[in-house]
């Protein structure tokens, strides 16, 4: 084997990995993230098994199917709405007002209501009372900061193994023109 081919192949190889096979396992990973969230019509209440620490988002779903129903609702909530979150010891939650977020996925709109941040993981009791009307509301983690940390991370990871890739590449031939034909 000449001096310089198994640099240009392990270069060849890499660049493979940085342009393919890490790009497809993100987008893998990035349609596989998606994790469900608890839904449950308001005024009422809904108990969610927290499984690890971290902020959890109550959301307005405006536009939603809920159980055979679609739901097509103004963002806006009516006043006199009282929430509240219990831990299973029944100690109260603080709850956040934030309205700052919104998300549109596979045809459903919703709005983010406010968090509570949960320490450990342990059952939660989400309480909504107060509304004349029927509205859907969900309950979940906020991933959305580890969602972009991974897609940029991948993205990172890509380019440099692609571009680690085609520098040994070039390497790799630029050995290959160098060597002498053995003869």
């Not at 493979?16 to 349609?31: D, H, K, N, T």
């Not at 159980?67 to 509240?84: E, F």
Request: charged share 15%; proline share 4%; hydrophobic share 40%.
């Amino acid at each position: 084997m000449r001096r310089g081919t198994k640099t240009t192949i392990t270069g060849g190889l890499l660049f493979l990995l940085g342009a393919f096979v890490v790009p497809l396992w993100l987008v893998l990973v990035v349609v596989l993230h998606h994790k469900p969230e608890t839904q449950f019509k308001v005024p009422g209440q809904t108990e969610v098994t927290v499984k690890e620490a971290g902020r959890y988002y109550l959301w307005h779903d405006c536009g939603t199917v809920y159980p055979g129903r679609n739901y097509a609702q103004s963002a806006d909530l009516p006043d006199g709405l009282t929430i509240q979150v219990h831990a299973a010891s029944g100690r109260e939650l603080p709850f956040v007002s934030d309205r700052s977020i919104s998300a549109s996925n596979n045809g459903s709109t919703k709005k983010s209501i406010g968090y509570v941040d949960v320490a450990q993981p342990e059952t939660v009791t989400v309480q909504v009372s107060g509304s004349a009307q029927d509205l859907i509301f969900s309950f979940s983690q906020f991933r959305l900061l580890r969602l972009f940390g991974l897609i940029f991370g991948g993205v990172g990871l890509s380019i440099l193994v692609g571009l680690g890739g085609l520098g040994l590449m070039v390497w790799g031939i630029v050995k290959l023109v160098r060597a002498k034909p053995h003869g």
